[in-house]
């Protein structure tokens, strides 16, 4: 069975930073691409990022880009999601996501996705 389990998530003050993480069980994790996807209050999905098996690779969407990184642990099998200079726009849930192949050919392919963590950036 395929399990992702998302942490870090919290209470954050615009600028401020958090990391979240995602950790991986169910599958070989250091063999398939992963993202991190993201939905606001009454919104829809909004994919954030994307990172290759071997994480030589990243792609960010425009609203992050420069302020978010990326990144994984393969031996720990985790993702993380470095998030900084936080905006209230970030206020959202956001979900560790699995592809089915080892890269990212269609950003918003995932197949499995977590239960999410709420990150909150107040104003």
């Known amino acids: 069975e395929v399990q992702l389990v998302e942490s870090g998530g919290g209470l954050v003050q615009p600028g401020g930073s958090l990391r979240l993480s995602c950790a991986a069980s169910?599958?070989?994790?250091?063999?398939?691409?992963m993202s991190w996807v993201r939905q606001a209050p009454g919104k829809g999905l909004e994919w954030v990022s994307a990172?290759?098996?071997?994480?030589?690779?990243?792609s960010y969407a425009d609203s992050v880009k420069g302020r978010f990184t990326i990144s994984r642990d393969n031996a720990k099998n985790t993702l993380y999601l470095q998030m900084n200079s936080l905006k209230p726009e970030d206020t959202a849930v956001y979900y560790c996501?699995?592809?089915?192949?080892?890269?990212?050919?269609?950003?918003?392919?995932?197949?499995?996705w977590g239960q999410g963590t709420q990150v909150t950036v107040s104003s």
């Open positions: 990172i290759n098996s071997g994480g030589g690779s990243t």
């Open positions: 996501a699995k592809y089915s192949g080892s890269y990212y050919y269609t950003v918003t392919s995932y197949d499995y």
């Open positions: 169910g599958f070989t994790f250091s063999s398939y691409a």
